[in-house]
């Protein structure tokens, strides 16, 4: 790494703690400009690399005239945000947390500067995708290792960290299946942190833009509205997914459980703006409320919830947990008294 690309990381480093110095960094990477041929698997297009993520972009062909503004995405709807993580630390100031915890993402996005659209903590990796204005929407992961993130799938194109990649805000451009256009970069937020982030479109700085929208200090409850309590013997999470990109209109949770090596059972809540009254048909009671077993004898739901489902799902493809570790489920279950009011999730 040249002393130019140090001195870039380490103001991307300085993400972790607050807002980068976009002038700053603009004018320390001005007269370092290089060129490196990113090589690339099962891709076409040409690539291109950034000095830094803020930094002026080497192309072949004319250079580009004048550098973009600093923009402020401004949200075209109100999006419900991960209820904060008491007493949890962010992963700047805890990268060893990270993907430790499934219930628990250790970063968030500044929702004046980015609509969540979805999150997630998937095996070691963290993510959150967001629309950083205008419809422009930005994957992003986290781990403890960049091996981790060593792959990437865009539309159906793989996409590897090229061997000499150094996580120093480099961009890649790849042409996906369908021809468009995407980016995609890799740096180190923090001491100990890996970090991917992606997004389609033609223009790399809306990429670079965008992840001025993360915030490295702070932990959210996976989860959102839906809490859980008690878990059946021996059972532990081992992933969770929200998707709030069709929110206020609809919502989708979704939990996994594992027990063993292959035991294996999910609890999901689908929220939905337009459902109307309630199933009153329960058949089975769990911690003293109704609840509904479906026919085929590998679902549960936990009746009552306004304009929600909260079922379990025990069965085919699910393996090994039972009826009764369902009800045991979803008896700890806790849901937000409204879950289409972020307001009352914490």
Known sequence: MTDLDQRIASVLRERAEGEIDTRRLLSRSRAGGRRRQLRRRAVTGGALALVGVFGIVAVTGPELPGLPPWTTATPAAVAPVPPRADGVPGAAQRPDLVGTDPQVLHLGVDPTKGRYLDWGVTGEVESVRFDAGGGRAVDVS??????????????????????????????????????????????RPATGLYARA?????????????????????????????????????????????????????????????????????????YNAGITGMRSDGNRTVGGRPAYLYP??????????????????????????????ATTLLAGAQVAKDPGDPETWD
């Open 142 to 187: 986290v781990a403890r290792s960049a091996a981790v993130l060593g792959g990437a799938d865009i539309d159906g194109t793989p996409v590897e960290v090229p061997p000499e990649a150094t996580f120093d805000g480099s961009v890649q451009r790849v042409t996906a299946r369908d021809g468009s256009n995407w980016y995609i970069t890799w740096w």
């Open 198 to 270: 992606s997004m389609r479109g033609e223009e790399p700085f809306a990429l670079t833009r965008a992840i001025a929208a993360l915030r490295w200090n702070e932990a959210h409850r996976c989860g959102g509205p839906l809490r859980l309590t008690t878990l059946p013997a021996g059972a532990r999470t081992d992933g969770c997914s929200a998707d709030v990109s069709s929110f206020p209109g609809a919502m989708h949770v979704v939990m996994n459980l594992y027990r063993g090596t292959s035991d294996t059972m999910s609890i999901r809540l689908e």
């Open 296 to 325: 085929q004898g590998r679902e549960l739901e936990l009746l009552g919830i306004p304009r929600a489902h909260l079922i379990a799902t025990y069965g085919y493809p699910e393996t090994g947990f039972t009826e009764g570790d």
